[in-house]
């Protein structure tokens, strides 16, 4: 709502200017006519965006209700005069309407991560430790260093309130390990991601250049198959000519994620840290609920990990993985990064 009120007061802005330089000079007069008519079209605009995100939003509802009056006066010569009349009303009644609303918490990003498949791996610390960002250190469980390749549905995204299009659902794999970090005596758990690959030029790019992380842009396909007594759960991904797979079979049921367990380390961290191009440390914070899990019957990886990952990951590639599970994921949100 917050991106709307800026947008809304920029499209009040247009008449009052336009009318204000007419004292100036006439022909601006003129022209006032045409900024109203750009200052509806923005509201409309506004209105559309906020209707398809709360579709129940019932004071948006009787704007479109308006609108149509509106466009029904217009129809008849008689309540002509109206014509003026209500279109002023509708631009006061959602300036009102959008002014009013509660404001909300500004998150970069609002979506959706569902079907979570983490193949983890148990590795030699020594070997991330050039990947570890400054400020941060490796966050082992019982002592054990982990990496974890992860597939999922990236789903409902809207970025500062929007959704784009074509952009709204699609997969996403990506490789990373775990890291802490001490703020003035709180230790902040999060994650580095060592590549992380999605089917869209646009999100690779925003993400890359915004918050300095790996993406790359691959083809991609996903399955979801739900039985009575099962799921099944894969993530596809070509590099080259070579399609690379995980998948997992799971119990039907969901089941809260136990404390003190492998799987709750792995989803309970919180932050996003990378490296700027200044070499500075940028973290961010990512929330979400305690999430549930689906008891896992089987699960393959088939990954050409030198192919994928590069020489220095190749070794994954005869490594058994130390576990998988299967997060059911919820609604998350990306804030904005800092320096730290």
């Given at each position: 709502m917050r991106i709307s009120k800026i947008v809304n007061s920029l499209a009040l802005a247009l008449p009052v200017i336009t009318i204000g330089l007419g004292f100036i000079n006439e022909t601006?007069?003129?022209?006032?006519?045409?900024?109203?008519?750009?200052t509806a079209f923005i509201?409309?605009?506004?209105?559309?965006?906020?209707?398809?995100?709360?579709?129940?939003?019932?004071?948006?509802?009787?704007?479109?209700?308006?609108l149509l009056l509106t466009i029904l006066v217009v129809f008849f010569s008689r309540f002509i005069n109206l014509a003026w009349i209500l279109p002023c009303i509708l631009c006061v009644y959602l300036s009102i309407v959008i002014y009013a609303s509660p404001p909300q918490k500004s998150s970069f990003m609002r979506a959706e991560w569902n079907d979570l498949v983490f193949i983890n791996y148990e590795i030699d610390p020594k070997f991330l430790e050039k990947y570890v960002p400054k400020g941060t250190e490796l966050d082992l469980w019982?002592?054990?260093?982990?990496?974890?390749?992860?597939?999922?549905?990236?789903?409902?995204?809207r970025v500062l309130g929007f959704k784009i299009p074509f952009h709204v659902n699609f997969e996403e794999v990506n490789l990373r390990f775990y890291v802490k970090r001490n703020d003035k005596g709180i230790w902040k758990r999060g994650?580095?991601?060592?590549?992380?690959?999605v089917p869209k030029h646009a999100i690779t790019f925003v993400a890359n250049t915004l918050y300095n992380e790996h993406y790359q842009t691959l083809p991609m396909q996903h399955a979801r198959t739900v039985s009575e007594k099962e799921r099944h759960f894969s993530y596809r991904w070509k590099k080259g000519n070579t399609w690379n797979t995980i998948a997992a079979t799971t119990h039907s049921d969901a089941s809260p994620i136990l404390e003190?367990?492998?799987?709750?380390?792995?989803?309970?961290h919180y932050y996003g840290y990378t490296i700027s191009p200044r070499k500075k440390t940028v973290e961010y914070e990512?929330?979400?609920?305690?999430w549930h899990q689906y008891l896992v019957k089987n699960y393959s990886c088939t990954v050409d990990f030198e192919t994928v990952y590069g020489n220095e990951f190749a070794f994954l590639q005869d490594i058994k993985p130390a576990s998988c599970f299967v997060a059911k994921g919820s609604k998350i949100?990306?804030?904005?990064?800092?320096i730290v």
């Open positions: 601006f007069f003129y022209f006032a006519y045409y900024a109203f008519a750009l509201q409309f605009g506004i209105a559309l965006f906020i209707i398809l995100d709360n579709p129940k939003n019932v004071y948006i509802q009787l704007y479109f209700l308006g019982n002592g054990k260093c982990y990496l974890s390749l992860i597939g999922f549905m990236f789903e409902n995204v994650v580095v991601f060592i590549k992380e690959i003190n367990s492998e799987a709750e380390f792995i989803t309970e990512v929330t979400h609920p305690r949100t990306i804030e904005s990064k800092q």
